[in-house]
């Protein structure tokens, strides 16, 4: 498995509540639209984001390194903050902040870039 490969692999937790890795790119997602939103979750994966750039999100992350270096970064933290919220897991306040803010700041450099090469193109 390549170095790529497994920076796309994260952990979830399973039925039993043990933690189970999945990868993010094939694997459904830990909760559907609907639940999502009947739970006050937003969904923040960044085609759903930026949904005029689907192509151009798709393309970059074939081809530019360090976007997708970005874009699995962004999508783990993601993941990660959906299921925190998700399972009301005891983390304070301020770590869950610091994250929030981290994925913020991911998904402003993965938008210039877009913004960016859209412009190029």
Request: hydrophobic share 30%; glycine share 4%.
């Amino acid at each position: 498995m390549s170095l790529w490969a497994l920076l796309a692999i994260c952990q979830r937790p399973t039925e039993t509540g043990r933690l189970d890795y999945y990868n993010v790119e094939s694997d459904p997602p830990l909760c559907n639209e609907e639940e999502r939103t009947a739970m006050g979750i937003s969904n923040h994966e960044l085609h759903s984001e930026f949904p005029q750039y689907k192509d151009l999100i798709d393309e970059l992350r074939a081809n530019d390194l360090k976007f997708s270096e970005k874009f699995k970064k962004y999508a783990e933290l993601d993941q990660e903050i959906e299921g925190l919220e998700r399972r009301g897991a005891p983390v304070g306040d301020d770590k869950l902040h610091r994250m929030k803010q981290q994925r913020a700041q991911l998904k402003d450099d993965l938008y210039q870039t877009l913004t960016k090469n859209s412009q190029a193109s």
